[in-house]
């Protein structure tokens, strides 16, 4: 299986920052790496797929990058409503795998 | 528009068997591959299950193989999930999701609202 690790855990950050999370995976699995918003007590919701392709209706302080084993997510300027947990996901290869997720707070 | 509503979870002692439902509304059913994926409490991600449109094509998590059942009604727009001899550690919120990427199936979009199933004596 590939093991997929997220960092930091958890964050803490001012409205307005700029917010790196980062996804690393086991094995290199091209740009097959998919982000996901969970607010809290909803489902989780596709944000991101091939690593930087954003989903229809997602903000452009949105952005993702990476390819092989090192990927990130980036929000720009953060503003309230990004407060949620936030997932990577590898779609490389079964059993699909996903980070342990990075719970961002807003200060 | 897309929406998948679950159903049919609850509280069952370990040893016993639970029925999860899946109804989808807004877009084809009998396009799309389907898949479950879980959250134990306070937990990550854990993807379970995909089933293709037609059915030929299931795949299971080693951690569930031999004990979940997936299947599909395309007549009714139904995705379930069988349970038998559930563990605690089957203790989860189960989304049903829209699978994407064609018959990787691997992008998944939408997700139903969720459902609780607890293991317990």
Known sequence: ?107 | QVQLVESGGGLVKPGGSLRLSCAASGFTFNDYYMTWIRQAPGKGLEWVSYISSTSSYIKYADSVKGRFTISRDNANNSLYLQMNSLRAEDTAVYYCARSLGGTAANLFDPWGQGNLVTVSS
């Not at chain 1, 997220?6 to 690393?24: F, K, Y």
């Not at chain 1, 790496?33 to 690593?51: E, F, R, S, T």
């Not at chain 1, 390819?67 to 699909?96: K, N, V």
């Open chain 1, 1 to 107: 299986d590939i093991q997929m690790t997220q960092s930091p855990s958890s964050l803490s950050a001012s409205v307005g920052d700029r917010v790196t999370i980062t996804c690393r995976t086991s094995q290199s699995i091209s740009n097959y790496l998919n982000w996901y918003q969970q607010k809290p007590g909803k489902a989780p919701n596709l944000l991101i797929d091939a690593a930087s392709s954003l989903q229809s209706g997602v903000p452009s302080r949105f952005s993702g990058s990476g390819s092989g084993t090192d990927f990130t997510l980036t929000i720009s300027s953060l503003r309230p409503e990004d407060l949620a947990t936030y997932y990577c996901q590898q779609s490389y290869s079964t059993p699909y795998t996903f980070g342990q997720g990075t719970k961002l707070e807003i200060k």
